[in-house]
């Protein structure tokens, strides 16, 4: 697979147990994102890697420059959306192989899989959630691991679950809304981001959550277009804890399976917890 899906990643320092697959923006690659992405810490000075040493981190690139899908006016990237679904259609694909991939290395426990992205990355990575489907000898945990978006935007907002999944037509389109309503979802969007303003961000939250979703919003006053620190990994690192129950804040309790909102800790609980008031 990683001669046709070409990626980069980092191995986990202890016995594999999950996997994130993240998806980078428009006009990077995935060797620039993962690089940014290692050197990422939150309150406590700790890397992802070193909170999760047990996840193996995978960074798939885009085919093209420019990013996953095209986008006419990057300032205003709904309008001529039609132009965006073969674009998207394919890295969605694209995806569910990583997806597979990964889910088959953990056994076929696709709920230890995470999905997640920036930018454009994040739009395939919702995308990819809201149209995704299990094998059929696959059914224990009816969800995956968790969909984290940073910066991103739902493409075909407003539109119902069933008028999306019409609108890219790919294979193997599933009939009902339980891996979108089971799997744990968070949002990070900054304030003053110039590149993917806040609304996006907020439309992408009551877009999932009209279709059946259950996503946590995250916003932070600056940053940019850009990962927030140290406030957006501590929120992070709460929300992979809780949702795969692993780390501190998911005290190792192994496998766990939420039926509706992750009752992840509050941003003043998570602030609270490092001595910090965002």
Known sequence: MSTQYPSVGFHPANEHTHTVIFLHGSEETARHCAQRFARLTGSCGQTLRQEFPTIRWVFPTSPNANGWFPVRFRDEPTVDQHLQVEGLGIAVLRLRAFIHGEAETLGFRYHRVVIAGFGQGASVAVLAL??????????????????????????????????????????????????????????????????????????TYDGLDFVGANPIWREYLHGGHSFNRPAGVDDLVAFLGTALGIGRWGQDRGDVFWSGRLPMPSQADVAAYFGKDW
């Open 130 to 203: 809201l149209t995704f489907n299990f094998p059929d000898n696959v059914g224990v945990y009816p969800r995956l691991g968790g969909l984290f978006c940073v910066a991103g935007r739902l493409p075909f907002a407003g539109r119902d679950l069933e008028q999306i999944r019409s609108i890219l037509n790919l294979p193997d389109k599933p009939t009902n809304n339980s891996v979108v309503s089971h799997t744990p979802i968070l949002i990070q969007h900054n304030h003053d981001d110039e590149v993917t303003p806040v609304r996006h961000g907020c439309q």
